[in-house]
């Protein structure tokens, strides 16, 4: 059983979900309680299922399929998004073995990448990979050791003529030109937005903009994504 924070465990646990599922399915605590104790076959009292829902506490994987069983839903569904290829592979209920033969790798390969959380796949084997573990763009490019370069070119790009980067973003992230352009101009505009905000107003409205403005160029990758997400339902299908 991988242990807390194994990386190819499933991903962190999302206390929002689980209580938006019990609330949808009109259960009670009691009664998820009661299921998870059938489920696992050792007491689990309401205030544990409660903890769970507050982010007081943290179900192991475990307890995170018990809750699932209880809640007549996948693991999946209870838990954020993958961070490593490892829980993007536990997310596609895949063994090692399984995911490197879809991958075209040695098994002894795909263990190494897994472990090292670090993606080096020639072009048929990265369109394997996204094609089969689906992992979240940013899991991705954090796989590929690109994170960094991505936020720099986001910066250059929302602060300069975002034009000149859609091919070189295109390089980075798995989509292509066609999604990332649209998306580096709404970026673009956003932060042009703030940074005319800082230089119209009273001086202590300029300097709340200026804070805003700083604070999108440092959190600019995050906004990347939430504008992927708004734009492509399916990033790997490559259809809007």
Do not use: K
Not at 7 to 15: D, T, V, W
Not at 209 to 233: C, N, Q, T, Y
């Amino acid at each position: 059983m991988p242990s807390p924070g194994d990386p190819s465990g499933l991903p962190p646990f999302a206390p929002v979900r689980a209580a938006d599922v019990r609330a949808a399915l009109g259960l009670t605590l009691d009664q998820v309680a009661a299921a998870v104790t059938a489920y696992r076959g050792e007491p689990t009292h309401p205030s544990v299922v409660h903890a769970w829902e507050a982010g007081l506490t943290a179900p192991d994987d475990t307890q995170v399929r018990a809750l699932a069983a209880a809640l007549w839903c996948s693991p999946v569904d209870l838990v954020a998004e993958a961070t490593t290829l490892g829980q993007c592979r536990t997310v596609a209920g895949l063994s090692p073995g399984e995911t490197a033969t879809a991958l075209g790798l040695t098994q002894a390969r795909w263990e190494s990448a897994e472990r090292r959380n670090r993606w080096q796949g020639n072009p048929a084997q990265t369109s394997a990979l996204l094609r089969t573990l689906r992992p979240p763009p940013a899991c991705f490019v954090a796989a590929c050791g690109t994170t960094g370069r991505l936020r720099i070119l986001l910066r250059e790009a929302v602060t300069g003529w975002w034009p000149n980067y859609t091919s070189p973003i295109s390089r980075i992230v798995p989509f292509a030109p066609s999604v990332v352009g649209p998306v580096l101009e709404r970026l673009h505009l956003a932060y042009q937005q703030l940074e005319g905000a800082a230089g119209a107003s009273s001086p202590r409205a300029a300097a709340a903009a200026e804070a805003r403005a700083a604070d999108f160029l440092e959190r600019v990758d995050l906004h990347l994504w939430e504008e992927v997400r708004a734009a492509i339902a399916h990033p790997y299908d490559g259809s809007p």
